[in-house]
């Protein structure tokens, strides 16, 4: 039988051990179908054809068992690593497993195989090897007769290799440790601490504190960290005391292997492994008290305390380990309000309704002892369910005034507070305000104007954003109930561009006024198309700013220049006059200049401005104004200043014309020299007072005026004159409406024409056109009358005209035959056949 095992580099040969093998005398031709050794007994098992199963000794290659185990063949068998047996398969398909029974083989050796003489030894090699029971008889001996002969090392090795651990006693321990060692060697005690380490095995409890216990009194660490890494060592509480002041973490991995919970707690608490603390619990199901545990390490390490009592409250299934008021309890108790603010701020963030009073007694806490910390958790936002009432008295106490107010709903708790508005943020306070009632937002900022004119900024600032749910027109009332002429002017002005509220622009126009904006003032009444200009302007007036440009500007836009005129010169403001007319608006210098002669201004003013204005007054209005009041000759220096630069407008000239009129300074030949003056103008002008010159004025403008013509020269007898424009115009029109039956003045007309125009004239268009007036007015007496003048008494020029001494003979014809023979005898250069 070859008896081999892998065998490393060192370590003795394999060897061999010859046995003859006996087959039963029932099956002599029998033979093995497996052979299967056990390593975990030492024995080899072999199973034949026949269905016998032999087991040897795999030292002495001795039969210790051969027993039929099937009566049908055996085809096939393996060993079985995990039973130390093996197991086999019959032709039926049988299974069947066979391994030692290690309670009874060493005794079934000693005692029943009487047969071999060697069978004791067998039996104490397989139970000192194997670890089998049965034999420790046989080890107490061996271990007395070396222990007694002084051999402590094989006395320690049989110890060692006993399993049962007989030898393994505290009785044995004290053995050892009792005998004295030689000097220059091991001592027993540690020779046999040694062997028991060197066989690989397992030191009980009390072999492991007495081993480790002198290592740890000569700081041996790194023996015992080899040990506890080799499994060497019984774990025990005792062990883990023992090793604890040596190394913490020596004595947590022995607490662990002994399952000492609360220790193991306490050093993961020591070591800071908190998280490892709960894992572990959670792992063991163990009840930690977590009470003992926090006081003890809030006393040696208040963060560390911190970190693990948040994660005791916040455990991954959602039930908390331990009570929060518990912890808020030991952590108050050692005055910890930081550590126990951060636990609760861990704790309370899923700010649920029934945390209320443990979110007031956080902010309380704070609110009383850290009003800083407080504000930065209000800051926060993150609870809601707290009380705001309480937490709002508290605030005010410690100084909060903005979280005061934003916790207080009274009234009067609001008032109160916002009188310390001073210590607040503007924007804070302007953002309040919009959670407030108008009626309310309203008391309050009378009480802050009230109470401190400083915050009038603020106040303000107020006003300008909720003006349209307070009132814009209240508001100004307030400001003026406390005399601040600057909080109408900062409230209206941020609101001004978006009002169209007349009394908000007039309010804004006084308060700046008031407070000498004089700027702003002028901006406003120059730019703004909203206030009431009669109100504006009357206020103005009023005031007696010292600068009137304001006022200028509401009266020029609103038309009030008579009265802006006025004011200005009843308070000797002629400065400004100036100013109005010549770079406000020169357009209203007329009408200026007609109130200053109203208010008897000294003319030498007046023509002065004039100057000033120049040519930017217009010419039309000024001769307006002025002519109403009959002064024309203040203006001529003017007027005659405009006509030297080359001005052709007609009411200058007209002007000018009207005041050489009133002035007799020639005008006749103004009239008819000038081109530029309005005829029909300038001729009424002169109906009144020299009809001449009315007709003079007509006549130039020869055929725009005939009807003005006609008529002025009918009203004052100027028929010779008329009767000359009617010959020299030659109009067929202006003809038939003199010559027309119903006009009474159509006589006087044609005596005139008869007598005086006609024969004067020496044109024959105009005779003709004459001539043809009569015949289409159709009057053959007139006509005869007028011919007779111009031919029979012999005309120079018209008197042989043969058309008109033809025309003569048969108007006569047609009108007056008794006068045909005079005039056939009388004439000599008519056409007789015809």
């Not at 808020?328 to 700010?351: D, G, P, S, Y």
């Not at 009266?555 to 009265?563: A, K, P, R, S, T």
Request: aromatic content about 8%; overall charge neutral.
């Amino acid at each position: 039988m070859d008896v081999s095992a892998p065998r490393g580099e060192g370590l003795p040969p394999p060897f061999k051990v010859n046995a003859e093998i006996q087959m039963p005398p029932e099956v002599p031709t029998d033979f093995a179908v497996g052979m299967h050794l056990s390593e975990k007994h030492g024995v080899v098992f072999m199973v034949t054809k026949a269905g016998y199963l032999f087991v040897f000794d795999v030292a002495t290659a001795t039969m210790l068992v051969r027993t039929r185990v099937s009566q049908d063949p055996i085809f096939i068998s393996t060993g079985s690593k995990s039973s130390g047996g093996c197991i086999f398969v019959n032709r039926k398909g049988a299974v069947t497993t066979v391994k030692v029974n290690e309670q009874a083989i060493v005794n079934y050796i000693s005692n029943k195989l009487v047969h071999l003489p060697n069978r004791q030894d067998i039996a104490f090699t397989l139970a000192r090897r194997f670890g089998l029971a049965g034999a420790n008889e046989l080890f107490q001996q061996q271990f007395a007769r070396y222990f007694a002969s002084g051999d402590y090392k094989n006395a320690a090795t049989i110890a060692a290799q006993c399993k049962s651990g007989i030898l393994r006693t505290p009785e044995v321990i004290n053995q050892f440790k009792s005998v004295a060692g030689t000097p220059g060697q091991a001592s027993p005690i540690l020779t046999y601490f040694s062997v028991l380490l060197e066989h690989g095995g397992k030191l009980n409890g009390l072999e492991s504190i007495e081993l480790v216990r002198p290592v740890v009194q000569q700081q041996r660490r790194e023996l015992v960290e080899k040990w506890l890494k080799e499994d060497k060592l019984e774990c025990t509480e005792e062990l883990g005391d023992l090793v604890k002041p040596l190394d913490t973490r020596f004595a947590l991995s022995i607490y662990l292997r002994a399952s000492v919970h609360q220790k193991v707690i306490a050093c993961f608490a020591e070591t800071a492994q908190y998280d490892q603390i709960l894992a572990y619990v959670k792992k063991v199901g163990y009840q930690a008290d977590y009470t003992q545990l926090l006081q003890q390490m809030l006393m040696s390490n208040p963060e560390a305390a911190t970190n693990f009592a948040k994660n005791l409250l916040d455990s991954a299934n959602g039930q908390p380990l331990i009570d929060v008021n518990v912890v808020v309890k030991i952590f108050m108790e050692q005055n910890r309000l930081q550590e126990t603010t951060a636990i609760l701020l861990e704790a309370l963030k899923a700010n649920r309704p029934d945390q209320a009073a443990l979110q007031t007694q956080l902010l309380a806490m704070n609110l009383q002892q850290a009003p800083k910390v407080a504000e930065a958790i209000l800051q926060m936002n993150m609870f809601t369910h707290y009380d705001r009432a309480y937490i709002g008295q508290l605030c005010e106490k410690a100084g909060l005034m903005q979280w005061a107010l934003e916790h207080y709903q009274d009234a009067a708790d609001l008032k109160r507070v916002m009188l310390h508005a001073h210590s607040m943020s503007p924007e804070f306070l302007v953002s309040y305000f919009s959670r407030m009632p108008p009626g309310t937002a309203l008391e309050c900022l009378t009480d802050l104007m009230r109470h401190n004119r400083q915050n009038l900024q603020v106040v303000v600032q107020v006003a300008i954003k909720y003006h349209e749910q307070i009132g814009a027109g209240k508001i100004v009332k307030m400001f003026e109930g406390f005399g601040s002429n600057e909080g109408v002017f900062y409230f209206l002005g941020a609101i001004l561009s978006s009002s169209t509220d007349p009394e908000v622009h007039f309010k804004y126009i006084q308060a700046a006024s008031r407070c000498g904006n004089m700027q702003e003032v002028e901006r406003v009444c120059r730019e703004s198309t909203v206030y009431d200009p009669l109100v504006v302007k009357d206020f103005l007036k009023e005031a007696k700013l010292p600068d009137p440009r304001p006022l200028i500007y509401v009266c020029d836009l609103h038309g009030f220049v008579n009265e802006l005129t006025e004011y200005l010169y009843k308070n000797s403001l002629m400065k400004y006059i100036e100013v109005y007319v010549v770079k406000v608006n020169p357009l209203q210098c007329p009408v200026v200049i007609g109130a200053l002669i109203d208010l008897d201004c000294s003319e030498d003013f007046i023509k002065t401005l004039l100057q000033n204005v120049r040519a930017a007054c217009p010419v039309e209005q000024l001769v307006a104004e002025v002519e109403k009041r009959n002064r024309l000759r203040v203006i001529l220096p003017w007027l005659e200043a405009r006509v030297a630069e080359g001005n052709q407008d007609p009411f200058l000239h007209n002007g000018i014309a009207k005041i050489y009129i009133d002035t007799n300074r020639d005008p006749e030949t103004f009239l008819k020299t000038n081109q530029f003056y309005d005829s029909a103008v300038v001729g009424k002008y002169c109906e009144d007072r020299d009809p001449h010159l009315a007709y003079t004025a007509y006549k130039r403008s020869w055929g725009q005026c005939d009807e003005q013509l006609v008529s002025v020269t009918n009203r004052n007898g100027l028929f010779r004159l008329q009767a000359r424009y009617l010959v020299e115009r030659q109009s067929d029109q202006l003809w038939e409406m003199v010559l027309n039956a119903e006009n009474k003045y159509r006589r006087s007309v044609i005596d005139q024409v008869v007598s005086t125009a006609l024969p004067e004239s020496t044109n024959a268009e105009e005779v003709s056109a004459t001539v043809k007036a009569f015949i289409a007015a159709d009057l053959p007496n007139e006509l005869i009358e007028l011919l007779e003048k111009i031919v029979l008494h012999k005309s120079a020029d018209f008197g042989k005209n043969r058309n008109l001494q033809n025309l003569l003979i048969l108007t006569a014809i047609k009108a007056d035959k008794s006068r045909v023979m005079d005039y056939i005898n009388r004439l000599d250069n008519y056409d007789g056949p015809e």
